[in-house]
């Protein structure tokens, strides 16, 4: 299943979520040998893959050195390329592979790259769907920090289940988890236009609860090779405890929403399809 559009419209033009695309896609466009590859002429060369490995070892966060708070070392770097995904050393020996890596800022830059179109794309959908409901009510500042504190839980969760991996953790998949968590609790029936795939093509409007919680379900029964799906778990359930805090505290609406969104003397039900009682003009 594939979502194509929600029927949630914004009071105000998305403008963070836009930009967040934007930036996801320059990222991978102009700085990613991904992205040189893909705008060059001809297939990759080994020299591209070369290039494309180096880069992400370099930049992405990897959970050993996370951990440790220190690059990788040229060994275990050779380790990982050669099929150990834990090739953690507790002592490491030799040079670092990359010893200007900023380890935990990695943490930020993994957010931004993507392993190539189909990663980007996806995401990137996700973002666009979920996202713009999420910062119409959270105003841009909260909405930007929501965004990367999702992420950050994400990685977190990522890191928790596999601290000696060497593997670099690349996406905003954990990110956009959190945004469509959010939104699982905010807006549960809003009407999500989804593309179904069986053999032909079915469109139909699905509620955003059934929609998303296939999507987690999904996580655990088909996570698929080389996902990290603890990390879109991760981001989903940081996006589910903060839209069940603010859902249930008026103080905490008052204090995270947009004042378009706060109205203390309405005091009628919350309406699962557009969320929270809305200020009338």
């Known amino acids: 299943m594939f979502p194509l559009k929600d029927d949630n419209p914004t009071r105000r033009t998305p403008v963070v979520t836009m930009l967040l695309v934007a930036a996801n896609v320059a990222v991978f466009l102009l700085v990613q040998p991904q992205g ?38 040229v060994e275990e770097v050779n380790r990982t390329l050669r099929g150990e995904g834990d090739a953690c050393a507790a002592d490491p020996v ?110 139909r409007r699905i509620q955003a609860r059934w929609l998303l919680g296939i999507w987690l379900a999904m996580q655990f029964v088909l996570p698929g090779e080389g996902v990290a799906w603890v990390a879109h778990v991760g981001g989903f359930v940081a996006g589910v405890v903060v839209g069940l805090v603010v859902r249930a505290s008026r103080a905490v609406r008052h204090a995270m929403w947009r004042d378009q969104w706060w109205n203390p003397a309405d005091e009628r039900s919350w309406d699962p399809a557009s969320g929270p009682p809305r200020r009338r003009y």
Not at 40 to 69: H, K, S, Y
Not at 161 to 168: K, L, Q, R
Not at 186 to 198: N, S
């Open 36 to 73: 040189a590859t893909l705008l060059g002429t001809g297939p990759p060369t080994m020299d591209d893959l070369e290039a494309e490995v180096r880069f992400n070892f370099g930049n992405a966060a990897i959970p050993c050195e996370i951990v440790q708070g220190r690059p990788l070392t």
């Open 94 to 203: 030799g040079p670092a592979a990359f010893p200007g890596k900023p380890v935990w800022l990695a943490v930020f830059f993994s957010m931004f790259l993507h392993a190539n179109l189909l990663h980007l794309g996806g995401n990137m959908l996700f973002l666009w769907i979920f996202g713009n409901n999420i910062e119409d009510h959270l105003g841009a500042v909260r909405y930007v920090l929501f965004y990367l504190g999702a992420g950050i839980v994400a990685t977190a969760a990522h890191v928790a289940v596999g601290p000696a991996s060497t593997i670099p953790l690349i996406g905003a998949s954990g990110a956009v988890a959190g945004v469509m968590g959010a939104y699982f609790v905010w807006f549960p029936r809003a009407p999500i236009l989804t593309a179904i795939v069986v053999g032909l093509i079915f469109f």
